[in-house]
């Protein structure tokens, strides 16, 4: 069984900066692409950032490229979300998401077959 626990979510003021963080209860994490996915009420879930399992490797939604950066730390077994320029329309839920196939290229749900438990972020003015 892989468990995967986000935090560093919270209210955030608009402009502003936050730091996500996934821990995974796995021994081969550093075998596993990882990515974050996002949720705001009433939408659909979207594809936010993935990374290799590596590192070397990454992929991002046109809605945050420049603003977001995904990194991953395979030692501690940790995926981060470095948030910046947070806008109100980056209010969402936000989950990890590990892939067993590294598929870090994908944006599709699917393909990523753990998923954490979510984190709320809230952007305000």
């Known amino acids: 069984q892989m468990h995967l626990v986000e935090s560093g979510g919270g209210l955030v003021q608009d402009g502003g900066s936050r730091r996500l963080s996934c821990v995974v209860s796995?021994?081969?994490?550093?075998?596993?692409?990882m990515g974050w996915f996002r949720q705001a009420p009433g939408k659909e879930r979207e594809f936010v950032a993935a990374i290799s399992m590596n590192g070397k490797d990454t992929n991002y939604a046109d809605s945050v490229k420049g603003r977001f950066t995904i990194s991953r730390i395979n030692a501690n077994n940790t995926l981060y979300l470095h948030m910046s320029s947070l806008k109100r329309d980056d209010t969402a839920v936000y989950y990890c998401?590990?892939?067993?196939?590294?598929?870090?290229?994908?944006?599709?749900?699917?393909?990523?077959?753990?998923w954490g438990q979510g984190t709320q972020v809230t952007v305000s003015s």
């Open positions: 796995a021994l081969v994490f550093d075998t596993y692409g």
């Open positions: 998401v590990a892939s067993g196939r590294n598929a870090w290229y994908s944006r599709v749900p699917t393909s990523y077959d753990h």
